[in-house]
């Protein structure tokens, strides 16, 4: 009895703790986006890219049997508003016609260009140039069964200071680049990576690989993952970000300082997670080198991805985000708690250990030992319901802040319908969706610890020439 | 009777999560009214702004030339924040002949004067704002109260200051800035540094000049990186000066301004940078070698495709494979010189600008200007060979 009483009064501070640091954030990302746009309210971005002094970026995308998306996502890219840009594809062992296809639009031409393989990669088969667009450089590569490993043969190849990684089915908006680039400029000697928004693609109006027009998707399970990314993006990265405690940026779109990139031996091969685990490692370098840095994050600078649309897909999903959460912070547990990881290891990585990896375990043991101690009279029926509002509540006004900051921010939902939608659908997130989600993570957490490390496949409903989703 | 609050806390742990509940509803209504009223504050607000900005566009010709009364309309807030607002745009854009009239219709109005006055006493963002706006009248009384905020204890305000100096565009706004980092006292991002001096300086490069000579170091780097970018024929004599600079990254500078001039000096110039001991100077030498229109250039630039340096081949092989009716000739000249990596980059270079199949077509045509086939032979074996060791290398550094 005391065991029960005992497990739900940590159950109950566990849960009061998590919100109320999630409400922390989300007060810190209200006040440093008001002062940001105080900040460059008046700055333009006409200027960085008439400045003969901006850096060149490289951007770098990973395509694996992308032969019917390829062609446009390059043509987009390559007319991104950024003065000098470099845009490196890597085709990872694809078995269908994803180079012949580019060959085929840009004249691809064998090149004899010196590649150095600072960061071990599979073997390299051809490099391509374009006569027509000469910004363009394609590596044809062995499959090495991880997007890890074709990002790193696109940064072997890449010539510039900065780098970007774009996943081959996302779009970004005209204006990203110099918008991300914009968090550099800040501060070019102490920013050494800077991660923009992904948003959700789908129910958007998409032409020629721009989004035209954005809409809510119409399905209840792709709205929720709007209000998701919403408040994992506005309030979570930009409240992490403003202590300098970011620890990850979207593989979907970041950019990163290219030097410290191969310092600290580039994407980790076969790693879920990628992306965290490469930030994390970042954090690691520059900590114990006791280097000044910030890792940043900004709200603008925005990207649009597809999420799924179905319920297996997106089980698969969070699954495996759960695996690359753990895969990402097993290896660096040393980083916990070590005086030299100042407060990366004191603050953010236990939040991701306890209210992000064991979240779902501790929630079920919560369910358990509820339902038990209700069934043998040990809690107080009045409490237990009142916990239960609260939870709700407070969960509803995280998410519904989410939607302030949207407001605030880059406004993009202009109908006032689209975000009555949103409002609507903060109320009825929480069930069935984020118990479902608990246990998405669980079957991530089962299948790690048994040594299942597969990706999974999503089925993708694809960026038609005209809508999305 | 007590306060809710005592009774939530007489009744014990559930009362107190009532309590939560209760802030956290209290919470909900509020975000939920705060951005309806957002959203119709906002709405009404650029409907009036839009109503009134048709209004005084119509008038617009009569503001600026004071036919209206700066006072019809600077004491109404909204109308003086359009005027403003459109007076910077048109400011940003205009001709020396527009710009005159523009800035008294600044003056006269008094905006120029609060914008002044709101920059020396106004604080944090506010202050910022105001600075940028002043960068922005390209006014040459805006100068010294800008300049008085690169002394500032706040770096943003400083980083401010430096890019509204910028935007003035005016040879004089980059002076403090420059007598700053010649005291070594102006701690701001080289990069928003540099892009100021080189908006102030675009017209009058000369005013770097003294400066460099008055630096050394880092500082005299960053400056003649910005000479690199504004400089032009005008500089004459000076610019030779600097190509003999003992700091690399000056002559490299140099040689970037030279390729922007095209004076009798600037070829042997380039010449004798091309062959500089340091291989970025060599490089730029070369880039700007390429950006030079004179057939002269060619042996300068066949030497420095036996560069030792992969970097200056390429860029040699660039410059030649774009000169078009001298190819074959060039293409004759680069197989004599018997290097084979000096023949690949130009090949590859020919390959990659498509002018490679006319030449091989006027290497086989018959006739008396007709190539020999030793030299036909040499051009497709080295066509097989770029294809080759391009597999080869993309293969070997993959492994």
């Known amino acids: 009895m005391r065991f029960l009483t005992l497990s739900n009064d940590i159950l109950f501070v566990y849960y009061l703790l998590a919100n109320l640091i999630y409400l922390g954030l989300l007060i810190v990302a209200i006040t440093r986006n008001v002062r940001h746009h105080h900040q460059h309210g008046n700055f333009r971005l006409e200027l960085i890219k008439a400045s003969p002094f901006t850096p060149p970026i490289t951007l770098i995308v990973p395509a694996h049997n992308e032969e019917r998306s390829i062609v446009s996502s390059v043509g987009a890219l390559l007319e991104l508003d950024y003065p000098s840009l470099e845009v490196v594809v890597v085709n990872d062992g694809s078995s269908d016609a994803t180079v012949e296809k580019l060959q085929e639009a840009y004249g691809l031409k064998i090149a004899r260009i010196l590649y150095i393989a600072e960061i071990r990669t599979a073997p390299v088969r051809a490099i391509y140039r374009s006569p027509q667009e000469p910004r363009l450089l394609v590596l044809d590569k062995a499959a090495a069964g991880c997007k890890a490993d074709a990002i790193n043969a696109g940064i072997n190849a890449a010539t510039s200071p900065y780098v970007c990684v774009v996943d081959a089915d996302s779009i970004l908006e005209k204006e990203a680049l110099i918008r991300i680039m914009a968090g550099v400029f800040a501060d070019p000697g102490r920013v050494v990576a800077v991660g923009g928004i992904v948003r959700v693609l789908n129910g958007s109006r998409v032409v020629d690989n721009q989004i035209q027009q954005v809409k809510l998707p119409k399905s209840s399970i792709e709205i929720m993952q709007v209000i998701e990314y919403l408040r994992a993006f506005l309030v979570g990265r930009e409240g992490w970000a403003n202590f300098n405690m970011l620890p990850i940026i979207s593989g979907a779109f970041g950019i990163f300082r290219t030097d410290l990139v191969k310092q600290v031996g580039g994407f980790r091969t076969h790693a879920v997670g990628e992306d965290f685990d490469l930030v994390v490692r970042m954090h690691r370098r520059l900590q114990e080198e006791h280097r000044p840095y910030h890792i940043n994050f900004i709200a603008a600078p925005t990207c649009w991805t597809e999420v799924p649309t179905d319920w297996n897909s997106l089980a698969r999903q969070r699954a495996r985000w759960h695996k690359g959460l753990i895969d990402a912070l097993w290896p660096n547990r040393d980083m916990l708690f070590r005086a030299r990881y100042g407060r990366v290891g004191w603050l953010v990585l236990p939040y991701m250990w306890l209210f992000e990896f064991l979240a779902p375990v501790i929630e079920l043991v919560g369910y358990a030992t509820i339902i038990l101690a209700c069934v043998l009279g040990v809690l107080s029926k009045t409490f237990f319901l009142f916990f239960l509002l609260f939870g709700y509540a407070f969960a509803t006004l995280i998410s519904m802040g989410s939607v302030l900051l949207e407001e605030m921010t880059v406004r993009r939902y202009g109908d006032w319908r689209e975000v009555a939608r949103l409002l609507t659908y903060c109320l009825f997130e929480h069930f069935p969706y984020r118990p479902m989600t608990m246990v998405w993570r669980l079957k991530g957490i089962w299948q790690y610890m048994r040594g299942d490390r597969q990706w999974g496949a999503m089925k993708r409903v694809g960026i038609s020439a005209d809508t999305a989703g | ?399």
């Open chain 2, 1 to 399: 009777m007590g306060s809710v609050f005592k009774a939530i806390a007489r009744s014990g742990p559930a009362g107190l999560v009532l309590g939560a509940i209760l802030v956290s509803l209290l919470g909900i209504f509020l975000l939920v009214g705060f951005i309806v009223f957002r959203r119709w504050y906002r709405a009404r607000y650029f409907r009036r702004r839009n109503e009134r900005t048709v209004i005084l566009r119509a008038r617009w010709n009569d503001i600026v030339s004071g036919k209206v009364a700066p006072e019809e309309w600077c004491f109404e807030p909204l109308d003086a924040e359009i005027v403003g607002s459109i007076l910077l745009d048109n400011i940003e854009v205009s001709t020396a002949e527009s710009l005159p009239l523009l800035l008294e219709c600044l003056r006269k109005s008094g905006l120029l004067d609060m914008l002044i006055y709101q920059a020396r006493t106004a604080r944090s963002w506010r202050q910022r704002a105001a600075l940028l706006a002043l960068g922005r009248t390209r006014a040459k009384e805006a100068i010294p109260a800008l300049a008085a905020g690169l002394d500032s204890k706040s770096a943003e305000t400083r980083v401010t200051v430096v890019r509204a100096l910028g935007r003035t565009g005016i040879p004089e706004a980059a002076i403090p800035i420059l007598d700053r980092i010649v005291e070594g006292r102006l701690d701001a991002p080289e990069r928003s540094m540099k892009n100021s001096i080189a908006n102030c300086c675009r017209n009058n490069p000369r005013i770097l000049i003294s400066y460099l000579d008055q630096t050394q170091g880092p500082a005299r780097e960053l400056l003649a990186r910005v000479l690199a970018e504004v400089a032009s024929a005008e500089l004459g004599d000076e610019l030779l000066v600097l190509a003999a600079d003992a700091l690399p990254e000056v002559r490299a500078s140099a040689a970037r301004a030279l390729g922007s001039t095209n004076t009798p000096y600037t070829l042997p110039a380039l010449h004798s940078l091309a062959t500089d001991p340091e291989w970025f100077v060599r490089l730029r030498a070369v880039v700007a070698l390429g950006q030079i229109e004179n057939v002269d250039k060619i042996g300068v630039l066949l030497r420095s495709l036996c560069d030792a340096n992969r970097h200056v081949r390429q860029r040699a092989a660039w410059a030649l494979a774009r000169m078009e009716p001298q190819l074959e000739q060039i293409l004759q000249d680069v197989v004599a010189t018997k290097d084979n990596y000096a023949l690949q980059a130009f090949i590859s270079e020919l390959e990659r600008s498509g002018a490679i199949e006319k030449i091989i077509s006027g290497l086989s045509g018959s006739g008396q200007h007709s190539a020999p086939a030793a030299l036909r032979e040499v051009v497709e074996g080295a066509r097989k060979s770029v294809e080759m060791s391009g597999k080869a290398m993309a293969a070997a550094a993959g492994h």
